[in-house]
């Protein structure tokens, strides 16, 4: 599928690094699955996610061919989301459902349990968000959080997410069914650089 954005940027063979001040988002590759594995093993992190905790590091390895096939698709941007100090994934960030006709993608993000209350992932989302609507001329940006989620919700409510409705009973994960609350962030309403 075509993409209407600069060309040369994203057919290059690699995902385009994002800087922020303290973090890094880059592309992901092999010497990544055991912190791919720590972050996606971990129960509070997965707690409200639409899959459950991954059990083996085969799980990491899957994940990380995924996102390498999504990618050359132009389907799925994930990134790690790393410390600049020490280079280490901490977390990943992720824009999927990309749609071309309509300028429109999803949003998802993961960040390892001992690294929240840090700020590191609005963090990691401002330059996301800035890059998706500034770089890849995104008109729309989407996100679906459980709504019982509510760290996650004041997060994207605070980088201009606007909640536009819930879809009951969406995902069954592990014998649990859970809601969905759908947000929205337009190019117009993003406050570049907050």
Request: aromatic share 10%.
């Amino acid at each position: 599928m075509a993409f209407w954005y600069n060309r040369a940027m994203i057919d290059a063979q690699f995902l385009p690094t994002i800087t922020a001040n303290r973090l890094t988002l880059r592309a992901l590759d092999e010497r990544d699955i055991p912190a791919l594995f720590t972050i996606f093993s971990q129960a509070e992190v997965m707690r409200y996610w639409s899959s459950p905790p991954m059990r083996e590091l085969a799980d990491a390895e899957a994940l990380l061919q995924d996102i390498g096939a999504g990618f050359q698709q132009k389907t799925l941007f994930q990134w790690g989301v790393a410390l600049t100090s020490t280079h280490q994934v901490i977390g990943t960030c992720t824009l999927f459902h990309l749609d071309s006709k309509n300028r429109r993608a999803e949003i998802g993000y993961a960040l390892a349990r001992e690294q929240w209350g840090k700020g590191i992932m609005q963090e990691a989302l401002t330059a996301l968000v800035d890059f998706a609507f500034n770089s890849l001329d995104l008109h729309r940006i989407e996100a679906d959080v459980d709504p019982r989620n509510h760290k996650s919700l004041r997060l994207l409510e605070r980088l201009g997410f606007i909640k536009e409705g819930l879809l009951r009973e969406r995902w069954l994960v592990g014998g649990e069914v859970q809601d969905s609350m759908m947000l929205g962030l337009l190019r117009r309403e993003w406050k570049s650089g907050q």
